[in-house]
């Protein structure tokens, strides 16, 4: 039997928390094709001009909350592929009202994602895009 995923890659929480985020977990990316791009989560991204730019935090799964990878893992352990979950996540968004630095303010945003199998996932090979006969 398949396990369920969302279809997300994350940061592991010990270098989340270097970043400042005390509890969840940070997505890196949500591929396209993916059950959690399919529900809205979104990726870590870079801006323009290098900024990093800090993707959703998955907080609570099915009302379990979410500390590290290790809580995800088992709020899905108790799912199968094919059905569907709450996943609730805390996601930044720049504000600035006095024309100041942008200030950051967190929202929790909840999804409903119908989860994937993990056999059903491309992950693209280490270092991918780099030449390796040069």
Known sequence: MSRPV???SFLEASQSRALGIDG???VLAAPADSPAAAAGLVG???SPDGALTLGDVVVEIDGAPIATEADMFKALDKRRPGDV???VVARGRRVSADGGADDVVTARVPLDVTLGAA???R???PMSG???DR
Do not use: A, E, F
């Open 6 to 8: 969302l279809g997300i």
């Open 24 to 26: 969840g977990v940070l």
């Open 85 to 87: 979950c709450r996943v």
């Open 123 to 125: 992950v693209p090979p």
């Open 44 to 46: 870590t991204s870079r």
């Open 130 to 132: 780099r030449r390796s």
């Open 119 to 121: 056999d059903d996932l």
